[in-house]
């Protein structure tokens, strides 16, 4: 049939355009010109910036860093002896392998399907496990914990069983988590506090103090505050004029980046 052999050109093609895209990735992620665009790493730029699924963002990150070591797993994926989910598995055990290891692990698994190179890989399950997925209007935890755990948490249920259910102490233990970098904002009540926070009281300009670090993340919305970038991990206080150039731990030379971002500015 006719419909056949076009959809399979169209299949070649496919995995010759795959082999392309990773090709530029590795450009990408090589000149690290995601973060002048504002992305905190390649996996936020396949994400926010190519609006890429994260399941397939992750994929492709994982091809880019094994291909650094192992180049010619782009070929073998052009010519589909090595799928991007297969490459993708091997690599979470890979990460600390010998470059020798990864290129043996990686020949063995060419040809196999995705359920034979999981089932090389098997783990025991984790004693704890979460799943989150995300809906229009709530999120969906799915939280699964070893027989230990569990009896901890029922001896904790039973402790706080006069205010609380379950799903209420989980939403306290997060509350009292969060008040500790509000509370340094709401204790301080002293008419010269903003005075207070400007001026540095350590002669060592690298010492911030929990509540001046506690102010900055609060206005910043504890997100990273590089022009474009929206991460709220990895967040790190950055002096704006920096200490060897005579920078201080005032307020106003202070800033929230995130770990990538305060490496790419030096």
Do not use: W
């Amino acid at each position: 049939m006719n419909i056949h052999f076009e959809l399979l050109e169209l299949r070649q093609k496919e995995k010759r355009i795959t082999s392309e895209i990773l090709n530029k990735l590795q450009e990408m992620a090589d000149q690290k010109a995601y973060l002048k665009m504002g992305h905190s790493s390649l996996f936020d730029y396949l994400v926010r910036g190519l609006g890429y699924s994260e399941a397939t963002a992750y994929q492709r990150q994982a091809c880019v860093r094994l291909a650094k070591e192992v180049p010619e797993i782009k070929q073998k994926i052009d010519r589909g002896s090595l799928t991007l989910s297969a490459v993708t598995t091997a690599f979470k055990h890979l990460r600390r392998k010998s470059v020798a290891e990864k290129r043996k692990v990686l020949k063995s698994i060419e040809n196999k399907s995705s359920r034979e190179v999981k089932a090389m890989f098997l783990e025991p399950t984790p004693t704890l496990k979460v799943k989150k997925t995300e809906y229009v209007d709530k999120v969906h935890l799915r939280l699964e914990l070893s027989h230990e755990q569990n009896e901890k948490l029922e001896k904790l249920k039973a402790l706080k069983s006069h205010k609380h259910n379950v799903e209420s102490l989980l939403m306290n233990l997060i509350e009292k988590e969060l008040k500790l970098y509000e509370n340094a904002q709401r204790k301080s009540s002293k008419p010269n506090e903003s005075k207070e926070l400007g001026a540095p009281k350590s002669k060592n300009p690298r010492q911030i103090s929990k509540r001046l670090r506690n102010d900055v993340l609060r206005t910043a919305n504890y997100k990273c505050q590089y022009p474009g970038c929206d991460s709220d991990h990895f967040l790190q206080i950055d002096h704006i004029h920096p200490v060897r150039l005579g920078g201080d731990q005032r307020r106003s030379n202070l800033q929230v980046l995130c770990s990538s971002h305060n490496r790419h500015k030096g």
